[in-house]
């Protein structure tokens, strides 16, 4: 006798095994990535420099090893937890508002954030411990102010419009402060805003890791409320979520994650806005599977921007801003002809 396996159990179990693929490929893609570059290490050769003591200084196992731990590992780990984190929150935005085309640039939430790191390079001398902090408080204050210039009006009308006119400021105060800056503060302006992750190292990673992990944790908890969003925001309130509260907490947890996330990247686009696509696509709209999934995903994609971008130029690099938004683009024309 043939046992029946309900549909729901098979479509959870081809989840999963799509969960573990990504998870599969990211593992393979940061392997990929660590041993490609200007100084080419042998993939076969990862593991024992990972896992034995330093070499002998001249050899060239001690090449390796000093590149793998000191240099690519550190940036390919910082690349994928950046990678996670864009595509979290874009697809927590585009449920939170019901819009396709909604990520924490469209409430001012990444503009906010950018005009206080570009206040700190042109004021504060630029170093991460100042740029950090200035981002942080930019995401936030731009949040609080989309937030209560947006509550005047009902629904989620007035909360994006709110972020429509706080980019437009944002943007032109940006402007301003290139405009003045010299021409040293004017070139660091110019290559942090065109993103890069040359600045992943292990104290980066050791002090933004464990808030951003957190942070992010917190976010993926409120996945059924997201889920019921998709009926509608009536329907989610009817089925008991306070949908005022969750989307306070949302905004404001999204302005923790891209804030200092910002002042260690600079501008790095479309990832939180096609990745939530490309995994919605694959695996349905169950944000019980989505967000990780798109966590995986965005990880997927920035690493391998990224090692693309230290291939493409060797030895030289090119900003990983200027890659995902070059592949970036296209693609999400791409998605938007094929879906019509």
Same mark, same amino acid.
């Given at each position: 006798?043939t046992?029946?396996?309900?549909?729901?159990?098979v479509?959870?179990? /081809?989840?999963?095994?799509?969960?573990?693929?990504?998870?599969?490929?990211?593992?393979?893609?940061?392997m990929i990535?660590?041993?490609?570059?200007?100084?080419?290490?042998?993939?076969?050769?990862?593991?024992?420099?990972?896992?034995?003591?330093?070499?002998?200084?001249g +050899?060239?196992?001690?090449?390796?090893q000093s590149?793998?731990? /000191?240099?690519? &590992?550190p940036?390919?780990?910082?690349?994928?937890?950046?990678?996670?984190v864009?595509?979290?929150?874009g697809?927590?935005?585009?449920?939170?508002? *019901?819009n396709?085309?909604a990520?924490?640039?469209?409430?001012?939430?990444?503009?906010?954030?950018?005009?206080?790191?570009?206040?700190?390079? =042109?004021?504060?001398? #630029?170093?991460?411990? @100042?740029l950090?902090?200035?981002?942080?408080?930019?995401?936030l204050?731009a949040?609080a102010?989309a937030?209560?210039?947006?509550?005047r009006?009902?629904?989620?009308?007035?909360?994006?419009?709110?972020?429509?006119?706080?980019n437009?400021?944002?943007?032109?105060?940006?402007?301003?402060?290139?405009?003045m $800056? /010299?021409?040293?503060? &004017?070139?660091?302006?110019?290559?942090?805003?065109m993103?890069?992750?040359?600045?992943? +190292?292990?104290?980066?990673?050791?002090?933004?890791?464990?808030?951003?992990?957190i942070?992010?944790?917190?976010?993926?908890?409120h996945? *059924?409320?997201?889920?019921?969003?998709?009926?509608?925001?009536?329907?989610?309130q009817?089925?008991?979520?306070?949908?005022k509260a969750?989307?306070r907490k949302?905004?404001?947890?999204?302005a923790? &994650?891209?804030?200092?996330?910002?002042?260690a990247?600079?501008?790095?686009g479309?990832?939180?806005?096609?990745?939530?696509h490309?995994v919605r696509?694959?695996l349905g709209a169950?944000h *019980?599977?989505? &967000?990780p999934?798109?966590?995986l995903?965005? $990880?997927?994609?920035?690493?391998?921007?990224d090692?693309?971008?230290?291939?493409?130029?060797?030895?030289?690099e =090119?900003p990983?801003?200027? @890659?995902?938004?070059l592949? #970036?683009g296209?693609?999400?024309?791409?998605?938007?002809?094929?879906?019509?």
């Amino acid at each position: 006798m043939t046992a029946i396996t309900h549909p729901r159990r098979v479509i959870q179990q /081809d989840s999963n095994w799509q969960l573990w693929m990504l998870a599969g490929l990211l593992v393979l893609l940061l392997m990929i990535s660590a041993s490609s570059g200007a100084v080419s290490i042998p993939l076969s050769q990862l593991p024992k420099l990972l896992f034995s003591p330093r070499f002998e200084t001249g +050899t060239e196992q001690q090449l390796w090893q000093s590149v793998l731990l /000191d240099m690519r &590992l550190p940036r390919v780990l910082f690349g994928a937890l950046a990678g996670a984190v864009l595509a979290l929150t874009g697809a927590a935005m585009q449920a939170l508002f *019901r819009n396709p085309l909604a990520e924490p640039g469209l409430l001012g939430i990444s503009s906010g954030a950018s005009l206080g790191a570009v206040t700190a390079i =042109l004021f504060g001398g #630029g170093s991460l411990m @100042v740029l950090a902090p200035a981002a942080f408080a930019g995401s936030l204050i731009a949040t609080a102010l989309a937030y209560h210039l947006g509550k005047r009006y009902q629904g989620i009308a007035g909360l994006l419009l709110a972020g429509i006119a706080i980019n437009a400021i944002c943007g032109s105060l940006i402007g301003l402060m290139t405009y003045m $800056a /010299d021409d040293n503060q &004017l070139r660091s302006l110019t290559f942090w805003s065109m993103g890069s992750l040359a600045g992943g +190292t292990w104290s980066l990673l050791g002090m933004l890791s464990p808030a951003l992990l957190i942070i992010s944790a917190m976010v993926m908890r409120h996945w *059924r409320a997201m889920n019921a969003l998709l009926l509608g925001e009536r329907e989610a309130q009817h089925l008991g979520f306070p949908m005022k509260a969750i989307r306070r907490k949302l905004v404001l947890l999204t302005a923790l &994650l891209i804030g200092p996330l910002v002042a260690a990247t600079g501008g790095i686009g479309f990832v939180g806005l096609v990745v939530p696509h490309l995994v919605r696509m694959m695996l349905g709209a169950d944000h *019980r599977r989505l &967000l990780p999934a798109a966590m995986l995903g965005g $990880a997927i994609a920035l690493v391998a921007a990224d090692c693309l971008a230290r291939l493409v130029a060797q030895p030289a690099e =090119l900003p990983i801003g200027i @890659v995902t938004s070059l592949i #970036g683009g296209p693609f999400f024309l791409w998605l938007l002809i094929s879906r019509k």
